[in-house]
């Protein structure tokens, strides 16, 4: 099983930042996509932002310009630096990743439980 924790979030005022990290533990071979999916309350989870074993980015349209996911491959991490926020990315953020156990060789994708934040005057 991998497990995903994630640490970094809390309440700040409307144009601050934060930054989320999380970290994969288990028996990992590879992982090929980490990334990060928020859900507000009343609304459906939804990717923020991801990154590849190569590097490859993708954000939603709401975080280009602000947000900047990076990963080190090596600690199998994954963070996400939040800037010039809103209110409205209030939100449960998620780390996400998938790839592949050591033994036996399979897939895995998995989730950590989550971490609040709250963007807020």
């Known amino acids: 099983q991998v497990q995903l924790v994630e640490s970094g979030g809390g309440l700040v005022q409307p144009g601050g930042s934060l930054r989320l990290s999380c970290a994969a533990s288990?028996?990992?071979?590879?992982?090929?996509?980490m990334g990060w999916y928020r859900q507000a309350p009343g609304k459906q989870r939804e990717l923020v932002a991801d990154i590849t074993i190569g590097g490859s980015t993708n954000y939603a349209d709401s975080a280009k310009g602000r947000f900047t996911v990076s990963r080190d491959n090596a600690k199998n991490t994954v963070a996400l630096q939040m800037n010039s926020l809103k209110p409205e990315d209030t939100a449960v953020y998620y780390c996400?990743?998938?790839?592949?156990?050591?033994?036996?060789?399979?897939?895995?994708?998995?989730w950590g439980p989550g971490t609040q934040v709250t963007v807020s005057s």
């Open positions: 996400h990743a998938d790839g592949f156990y050591r033994f036996p060789s399979r897939p895995f994708d998995s």
């Open positions: 288990g028996s990992i071979f590879s992982i090929n996509t």
